[in-house]
């Protein structure tokens, strides 16, 4: 989805800005200008502020329907451990506690590390007695 939302702002920026700044300047009544001012400058500055969070919120909830589907364990840590999980909780991790991000990795890597552990299958340990 970024990709696309990639191509879609490039094509903006050499289709639409150009358009619109040749049509401001060369014939547009005065009535039009403050639309096509805020036109250019949205479609420079502003579409990554509104695009961006759009993105962010699906992939958190493609994240937590995968999480929701789970039937086992198993399923959970294969979707804990996925990409988009991944990138998802670090920067959750890292928004709500107001840390860096290499931290927020950290949390997370020890976080898995912790669930694999609890889900691996115990193995009894023999401990030799006191002579």
């Known amino acids: 989805m970024l990709r696309r939302a990639m191509v879609v702002w490039v094509l903006g920026l050499v289709t639409v800005v150009p358009y619109a700044t040749w049509y401001l300047l060369?014939?547009?009544?005065?009535?039009?200008y403050a639309v096509l001012i805020t036109l250019v400058l949205f479609w420079i500055f502003g579409?990554?502020?509104i695009v961006g969070p759009l993105l962010g919120a699906i992939?958190?909830?493609?994240v937590f329907r995968a999480i929701e589907q789970a039937r086992s364990s198993e399923d959970l840590l294969k979707t804990l451990q996925s990409t988009e999980a991944r990138e998802a909780a670090i920067e959750f991790?890292?928004?709500?506690?107001?840390?860096?991000?290499?931290l927020a990795t950290r949390v997370y890597d020890l976080l898995v590390k912790r669930l694999s552990m609890r889900s691996a299958?115990?193995?009894?340990?023999?401990?030799a007695s006191k002579r």
Do not use: D, L
């Not at 060369?26 to 039009?32: D, K, L, T, V």
């Not at 991790?93 to 290499?102: D, L, Q, S, T």
């Open 121 to 127: 299958p115990r193995t009894s340990t023999i401990h």
């Open 93 to 102: 991790i890292a928004m709500e506690n107001h840390i860096p991000k290499f």
């Open 47 to 49: 579409y990554w502020g």
């Open 26 to 32: 060369f014939h547009a009544p005065r009535s039009q």
């Open 59 to 62: 992939k958190v909830r493609k």
